[in-house]
């Protein structure tokens, strides 16, 4: 997807998604006609509900281990805020071992988080704005620093950022992609920056241990929902009936 030409550097490129490559990364909550996108919108209402309710803007999405669904679930939930009227997302990639919303979103991004951390652009240039249809979510890609991705996230630089973010972005609900929580330092340096968790376990990877491990980490944090992903009829009563919250 081809940022439009001639936007000038401080203000965010644009870009259309392809429904059909969304739906391909299992990306539905656009307003296809796929019914788990009404899920996504459940989950979205609860989400702002509590959120509204709390004045809080900032929503991790983290889990326990990798490969659990966040990733899906950050875009879908972007997507889907982004269909209520007056209301409006921004997904910021903060997984800087594997930043993957670009690719699951289909967009070609100029600059990243990266670029914005080492002030090589500014945050305004380095935000794509993402239409799907009549809607528009603002993105903010990611780009891999797996060397120094610990001290990116808990330096003063991404301080700086979270804060610049929170001061131009007010009007927008800002859900971020993060590592999963149980493998480095990442998530548990930049939780206490977060104003809620969603933490997002998934079926065959997910154990009833590594949900606990999460929930020492998440005891000063606001712990929204554990979404249970890639469920199957056959693993359903597994975890609802192992794991409440
Ligand atoms: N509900 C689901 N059912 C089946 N497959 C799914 C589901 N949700 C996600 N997946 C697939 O699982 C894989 C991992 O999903 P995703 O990248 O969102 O996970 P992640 O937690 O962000 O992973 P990572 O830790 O690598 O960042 C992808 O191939 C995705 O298409
Ligand atoms: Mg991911």
Redesign the pocket.
């Known amino acids: 997807m081809e940022p439009h030409r001639g936007v000038p550097p401080s203000r965010p490129a644009v870009a259309r998604l392809n429904a059909t490559h969304l739906e391909k ?2 990306i539905v909550a656009h307003g296809s006609n796929d019914p ?1 996108g009404r899920y996504y919108d459940m989950l979205r209402t609860q989400i702002l509900q509590e959120m509204d309710k709390n004045g809080w803007q900032f929503l991790a999405v983290t ?1 326990p ?9 950050a875009c879908n939930l972007a997507l889907s805020m982004a269909r209520l009227p007056e209301r409006a997302a921004l997904l910021v990639d903060m ?1 800087m071992h ?1 930043a ?1 919303v670009a690719e ?1 979103l289909g967009l070609e991004a100029r600059n990243n988080i990266l670029s914005v951390l080492e002030d090589r652009a500014t945050v305004g240039a380095s935000i794509v704005e993402a239409c799907a249809g009549p809607n528009e979510i603002a993105v903010l890609p990611g780009a891999v620093s797996s060397a120094s991705a610990s001290e990116w996230i808990a330096s003063q630089t991404m301080a700086n950022l979270l804060q610049a973010i929170k001061r131009d972005f007010r009007s927008r609900v800002v859900i971020f ?1 993060l ?2 929580m149980l493998v480095g330092s990442d998530v548990i340096s930049i939780l206490p920056r977060m104003d809620a968790v969603l933490l ?1 376990a ?1 079926v065959g990877t997910t154990t009833p241990n590594d949900l606990k491990a999460c929930q020492k980490h998440l005891q000063r944090s606001n712990l929204l929902r554990v979404v249970v ?3 199957t009829e056959a693993t359903e009563s597994y975890y609802y009936g192992n794991y409440s919250t």
């Not at 281990?65 to 679930?73: D, E």
Request: proline fraction near 12%; charge should be positive.
């Open positions: 990364m299992r788990k889990s281990t990798p490969n659990c669904g966040k990733t899906v679930t997984d594997k993957k699951y992609d590592p999963p997002v998934g992903n890639k469920v």
